[in-house]
């Protein structure tokens, strides 16, 4: 007997509040990271797990590729769950695995050597591009969602503008701090989040090299109720709506937010998981906020109607945000944003869950710390479910 297709059935199953709360792991790969090497006998000094740094879907959401600790590329196949080939690049590391516009191709960050970017054909495993001029570790990555171009951010203090056809960079930010990078929907704006500063800056593509045209300061007034001073927040992603409207800022601490991207207002802070600032519970949170290994554990769901989000103890959170309050007229920094509880928490992995990715195309999810899941709802009829269809028929 053929083993069950993991997404079999749910490409067009539209997101509701009852799919989302059904999300089981249907297809678990505990050998997704090779293990580190075991340390001399008597050693007294245990070895950390090795967990998958970041994960990338193709634009059809046929494939799923990770990058590990390991220094290997995993290649997977949504549709069937099995994995597909394996790459290693042990000599320059991995991290950032991004899919461009094809689905045989991907840049991704080093990690060790130099800080080069590299372009990456899949099918022969040959390096097509260097994108070279980041002195210092790329932290963030990002493809253009409407043309072959893209942009990186490092702890170089810069961001620069790339187009996979050339290998010198088109633009150059120079900023004051490490700074993080988004594209929104359409290609036309990109946001740029600095660190240290509390500020994200909106900038026009065609137009980067000319001032933000809005500059938007992440401050939550309710984290003066916690300590005081409040601890800063520390950002280490960011990700655009489908509409281009909000922008989700994840932070390594125990809270994200979702912030107005044509206004500025900060609208709602996303609570109820434990922060990737630490890489361990029993680890204590140091005085100054700092990045962990957070960065890939919270993004939206392709409608923008759910975020999905990872944590600390390997818990998996749901949230809705379909009915965020509007905000209109002046920032009003003092305003405390919308405190939205996960709409579901469901067990995920031994260990941190330090990725999440929702597929674009199926109802589906993958999450990844030391082993990868591919979920998919549950479709298994409650037995209520079942007693409640048929009195509505008796009753028809």
Known sequence: ??????????????????????????????????????????????????????????????????????????????????????????????????????????????????????????????????????????????MSPVDDGFMSGSMDKSVRLWDLRAPQCRGLLSLPAPSLVAYDATGVVFAVAVNHYGRILMYDHANFDKAPFLTITLDDPTLARVSFPPRAIYMTSMAFSSSGKYLLVGCSGDAHYIVDAFEGHVLAKLEGHIGLERRRLDTPISIEPQRGCSGEEVSWTPDSKYIVGGGLDGRICVWDVQNIPPREGTVDLKLAPMRIQPLAKTDGHPGPARCVRFNPRLAMMATAGAELAFWTPDQTADADEVAKELLRKAGT
């Not at 490409?11 to 050998?31: D, H, Q, V």
């Open 1 to 142: 007997m053929a083993p069950p297709n993991p997404t079999n059935g749910v490409a067009s199953l539209p997101l509701t509040n009852a799919i989302m709360t059904k999300l089981k792991p249907a297809k678990i790969f505990k050998a997704a990271v090779e293990p580190a090497p075991s340390l001399p006998p008597g050693s007294r000094t245990l070895t950390p797990p090795r967990h998958i740094t970041g994960l990338s879907f193709d634009d059809r959401g046929d494939q799923l590729i990770t990058a590990a600790e390991d220094e290997t590329f995993r290649l997977y196949n949504c549709k069937t769950g099995k994995p597909t080939k394996t790459l290693h690049s042990k000599k320059y590391g991995v991290d950032l695995p991004r899919f461009t516009h094809k689905n045989s191709a991907i840049i991704y960050a080093s990690t060790k050597e130099d800080d080069t970017i590299r372009y990456h054909s899949l099918h022969d495993n040959k390096y097509l591009q260097y994108f070279k001029g980041h002195t210092q570790r790329v932290i963030s990555l990002e």
